[in-house]
């Protein structure tokens, strides 16, 4: 079974680690998330240090395909966020499991 990891969540473990109200958390985790919105917006790159970075992508409209159908399809121009995790997080997934 999958479980998601919510902003609920992180705002209770934010709660507990730091003791924070839980509405003190979750006003953080908006501003923090509403920055990263705000500023890919704007088109420019965001690295958060020992994390992750942000960037928009544009593509061109292309010929894909239904998968359903397997009928052509135009896939119309559109941006895309590109979010590459650093070495330091990926090392430490493969290093602690």
Known sequence: ??????????????NV???????EAKEFIE???NYIKIN???KENIKISKLASFKVIS???????????GQDAIISERKVVSCRFSKNLKNKINNDY
């Open 40 to 42: 890919i917006n704007e």
């Open 31 to 33: 501003i923090f998330l």
């Open 59 to 69: 593509k061109k409209e292309r010929i894909g395909r239904n998968p359903k159908t």
């Open 1 to 14: 079974m999958r479980k998601n990891f919510t902003r609920n969540k992180l705002a209770e473990r934010i």
């Open 17 to 23: 680690k730091l003791g924070y109200s839980k509405e």
